[in-house]
């Protein structure tokens, strides 16, 4: 059986099925599935977790033993399968679909897969999951739809936010889901019982955020060097990939480009900013950049990334982040 993430809780009222697939590429819609899976055992007694990962070296034949193997301190057992991005041979599906055609019933089986490749959803052990258990498949929230994804995930939480706090909040995640949640929760915590709207979230994210990527762009739309080049050397500290910090100023050069053009044809700043998601105080700082900059600054900026571009993928020698 197929089922959405938020389908998941209404099957369970129905009882626990012998096997869990949970498959995808989104963290927080995963963590919480398990989640959700984990409290749902416990409460049906089953108190026991066993937690196998699977790697190149795992031995498939364990899984049996381990469903057959009885504890001196629990009746019922989770069995916590970590496949990741690993892929099934021959001989670990057909072990797979022997536990499955017989599954123990003091057992639940609970696998936790990267997001499975259209050959793996044809293969037989993922047809015996289907038939006999559960899989739950996580997509990505798409940029148009993650608006009113913040706007349920607030309203559950109790936290209010106007449609410029949600559209700020969603270009600053970009997808994000963890980060978003991670942002809501702060916000609770900060201003409990209002209404809030993009100046506040500005507010809140700066404040926490000092040497974050969203740091970087603005320092980079004030035209401080400086401060630039202090946080990129703390972005590289804490491990933050190259690509991640060229696609944030890119895509901050593009918008200011953007705006110049739209500017050039005589249309209203408010509607350019309404396009861009432009929000809040940061509206002043990218039409202080647009000003201060040249439609030639821009184009050279870019060129620039696409230097570095090629730089990161190896297609031409020297280090990213001296460039």
């Known amino acids: 059986m197929k089922l959405k993430p938020e389908q998941l809780a209404g099957r369970l009222k129905q009882g626990i099925a012998p096997v869990y697939l949970i498959t995808g590429d989104e963290p927080l819609l995963a963590e919480e599935s398990c989640d959700l899976l984990r409290k749902a055992f416990v409460q049906q007694g089953f108190t026991e977790r066993e937690v196998l990962h699977v790697d190149g070296s795992f031995k498939w034949e364990y899984l049996l033993e381990c469903a057959s193997a009885l504890s001196l301190f629990a009746e019922r057992k989770i069995i916590e399968l970590r496949l990741g991005g690993q892929k099934l041979q021959q001989n670990a599906s057909e072990l797979l679909q022997q536990y499955l055609a017989n599954p123990a019933p003091d057992n639940v089986l609970l696998i936790i897969a990267d997001k499975l490749e259209a050959r793996a959803k044809k293969s037989a052990w993922f047809k015996a999951i289907d038939k ?70 500005m507010d809140a994210v700066s404040d926490s955020s000092r040497f974050d990527i969203f740091g970087l762009t603005d320092a980079a739309l004030v035209g401080q060097p400086q401060r630039c080049t202090r946080i990129i050397q703390v972005l590289r500290q804490e491990g933050t990939e190259a690509p991640i910090l060229l696609w944030a100023l890119a895509r901050e050069i593009r918008m200011l480009h953007a705006v110049q053009a739209g500017l050039a044809q005589g249309l209203p700043y408010d509607n350019l900013c309404q396009q861009q998601r432009i929000f809040g105080k940061r509206k002043q700082l990218v039409r202080n950049s647009a000003r201060r900059l040249t439609p030639a600054d821009l184009e050279s900026l870019l060129l620039q990334c696409a230097e570095v571009d090629h730089m990161v993928k190896g297609m031409r020698s020297g280090d990213p982040g001296c460039r």
């Open 132 to 201: 006999t258990g559960v899989i739950v498949e996580l997509w990505p929230v798409e940029a148009a739809q993650l608006p009113e994804w913040i706007r349920q995930r607030a309203a559950r939480m109790g936290l209010r936010l106007d449609d410029s706090a949600v559209e700020l909040l969603a270009e600053r995640v970009e997808g994000n889901l963890l980060a978003a949640r991670q942002e809501m929760s702060k916000l609770q915590l900060l201003f409990p019982d209002r209404t809030l709207g993009a100046d506040e979230v």
